[in-house]
């Protein structure tokens, strides 16, 4: 929805209003005094990104001609990379030395410097033909992806069959085949299905949402690997993860270079086996192991990942009139959050399965309410075992790290299957290059003609 307006009203004035929602919303935390209040802070801050991401790509899209929009793309991956692989040790820095809110209010001056710039900088345009709004589409996509986010988030606590989970995801499907019914029949409908009858959009759409749900799914295991059974803690586990913001830059800087050489199909596909193989390397783990492995997966996974990054965002991106390149932005970003969030349930749901089943033995002789926690989650069975005499205690953080880290490596093998089956689909099915593009007087679009007009 945000990215349909964007193309209506103009990609910079939602870039810029989206900073303004982001960063008031992350200031509003000083008055955050309840978890309520802060999820709706969160649930704001929201808001605000999905109006920013949509924009910074169709920006992107509608600047540079096709033939450079490939390197540009690298380098918004590239940073986009640099936050998902500095975020954990800024936030371990921050929590280290100052209060939880700290987390937020780092973002205002962002915020502000990146408004300034951006009043500056960045040239608007929009689709100079956006037809009526789809307030329908709208409607039911937005309910549709809200009771499925909400199932996939839940049914891991809840169980997959609980009556609840199993409501909100026949909504979900009910919801979402009504909106592709009306995208269908409706004159102007806000996502064209059209679209995805270009199998560059498609696949390129697929390929997103594999490297997310593995990227996502692993992070969220790594992450209580690393503090809970490795012995990090939250500002070590942040440093850790360093050498995936370096891979990440590196995949999605070579990425361009890569594909211009070989071709979409080839890379991308390359990208995901690659992610697969590294992932899977998780069964050789163990809580004793050195630091050193840990920084090669972290780095090798985070260059498969900007392999696939870069090039199957320009997949989907290329595969789109420029008028409508925020609708096709926001599609890569349903893609990214939506398999992100499958990934934690499922990958997430899994691990917890089988940690639980592989500690049960040793917490035996434990009260039924202690019993009950320790099998909850690995950190669970830390404050568990933090309450027990030392040898005892000792015992059970070690047995609950053995058992953790058996389950995470057949979790990411999950993951990394998800990867390979991807890699398999792209490879049959994604074309190497775009089809010759139509002449574009596009620098800016076609809102920038109009104002030279003026």
Known sequence: TMGTLGDRFGRKKALLAGIAVFGGASLAVLAVDSSGQLIVVR???????????????????NVFPREERGKAIGVWAGMAAIGVGLGPLCGGLLLNWFSWSSVFLVNVPVALA???LGIRFVPDSRDPRPGAFDFPGAALSAAGLVSLVYAIIEAPARGWLDPRIFAAFGLAVFLLAIFVVWELRTREPLLSLGFFQNARFTMGSLAIGVAFFALFGSIFGVTQFLQFAHGYS???AGAAMVPLALGLVIGAGSSAKLTARLGTTNVVAAGLVALGAILATALLWSPQMPYWPLALWFFAGAVSMGWVMGPATDSVMGAV???KAGVASAMNDV????AGALGIAVVGSLIATLYTSGIEDEISTLSDRARGTAADSIGAAHVVASALPTDQGTQIMAAAGEAYTD??????TLAAAMAVLGAILVRHRLPARHLPAEPEAHV???????????
């Open 335 to 338: 893609a990214r959050q939506v």
């Open 114 to 116: 990146a408004l300034a």
């Open 444 to 454: 800016i679009g076609g809102l920038l003609a109009e104002e030279g007009a003026r």
């Open 407 to 412: 389950a995470l490596g057949i979790g990411l």
């Open 43 to 61: 649930a704001v801050m929201g808001l605000g990104a999905a109006l920013i991401m949509p924009a910074t790509l169709s920006i992107i899209t």
């Open 321 to 323: 009139p420029p008028a």
């Open 234 to 236: 939250a500002l070590q």
